[in-house]
């Protein structure tokens, strides 16, 4: 149970450091990376929260994944759920400042993205399976036969173009993150000597056996 106490902390630290990462990308002002773009093109026209949105989207992407035949955990759920409340949260709050310039802005989406990538290191380390958007990709890796990357590359450029179809902010920080977040997850991952091909990871029916077992034994 010590583990499994330490692998939910993983999980939900990853998560935190996600969405903080994600906030200072917003605040460099200088365009939203990529899924962002299309989460504040539907929050715009729909009159909804960025972080009610992200989860709509999830969702909805989720629901895709799984007539798609692919497997979900506690992560892709609590990554739906979780990075949305945590966004709203944060940008509630108010304590990170908006940069005015170029310098400033390029500094905090870099520094966001290297954040992104710590929170990607403990969420994927956490072995719950992965968010809704990685499952996509590798639901359509498995259909189409084509390359993890292209497929990667083809579901980022529609978030975009969507996005910006519907007032979604892009800019030079979007074309940043496009090329920086791979950059920032490989130098974290280095740094960390994590290899995320050697996780294994728990689905949604193995976790919830586990809780139910122990729940049991606590009675």
Known sequence: ??????????LFFGLFLSTLGIIMTMKANLGFILWDVLHQG?????????????????????????FLGE????????????????IDILLSFDFIPQMKEYITGIAMMMAGLFTVAFGT?????????????????????????LAVGLCRGLLEVSAVFSGWFLGGSVGIGTILSAFGISFCI?????????????????????TSKFLIHFLKLEH
């Open 121 to 145: 290191y403990f969420y994927i380390s956490s072995g719950f399976c992965a968010g809704p958007r990685d499952n996509l990709m590798v639901a359509i890796e498995r259909k189409t036969g």
């Open 1 to 10: 149970m010590t583990n499994f106490v330490k692998r939910i902390f993983k």
């Open 186 to 206: 490989q130098i974290v991952f280095s740094l960390m000597k994590f290899d995320p091909t050697k996780i294994d990871h728990e689905s949604l029916i193995t």
């Open 71 to 86: 497997k979900f955990g506690f992560g892709t759920i609590t990554n739906i759920i979780f990075i949305g409340l945590f």
């Open 42 to 66: 539907v929050a715009n026209t729909v009159g909804m929260t960025v972080g009610r949105v992200i989860i709509l989207i999830g969702l909805i992407i989720c629901i895709i994944c799984l």
